[in-house]
């Protein structure tokens, strides 16, 4: 799986599969591309980030990812800089065709 380095409490990796989109999807109450398509808040930032996040720390709260996008924050980060992580995680997870470019790749068209 591919993975997002990001420093927030400490070294972190985010890395989407389909049970982290299924679990944004569920704390947010809409599917992914309804997610994506709508104008993104702190409230998408935060459950998605949460969702990728979860993989290595299974504990892990969005009320607890919300204090650590605080502490980002406040050490000179910010929501566009974290959402920009976001972004690039989801793309390096390979569920999303991001262009022209990628007709053709996916592992499934790549199996048969």
């Known amino acids: 799986m591919n993975y997002v380095n990001i420093e ?12 982290a989109l299924c679990d944004a999807e569920e704390a947010l109450g809409v599917g992914i591309g309804a997610m994506l398509n709508q104008q993104v808040g702190f409230r998408v930032i935060r459950a998605l980030l ?3 996040l979860r993989w290595e720390d ?3 709260t ?6 650590l996008m605080q502490l980002y924050i406040e050490a000179g980060g910010t929501v566009e800089s974290l959402a920009e992580a976001v ?4 793309l390096a997870s390979g569920l999303f065709k991001t262009g022209a470019g990628d007709e ?5 068209e790549a199996a048969e």
């Open 50 to 52: 949460w969702a990728g």
């Open 58 to 60: 299974r504990g892990l």
């Open 104 to 108: 053709g790749n996916s592992k499934a």
């Open 87 to 90: 972004t690039q995680a989801l």
């Open 62 to 67: 969005l009320e607890r990812t919300g204090a």
């Open 8 to 19: 927030l409490d400490k070294p972190r990796r985010i890395r989407f599969d389909t049970n």
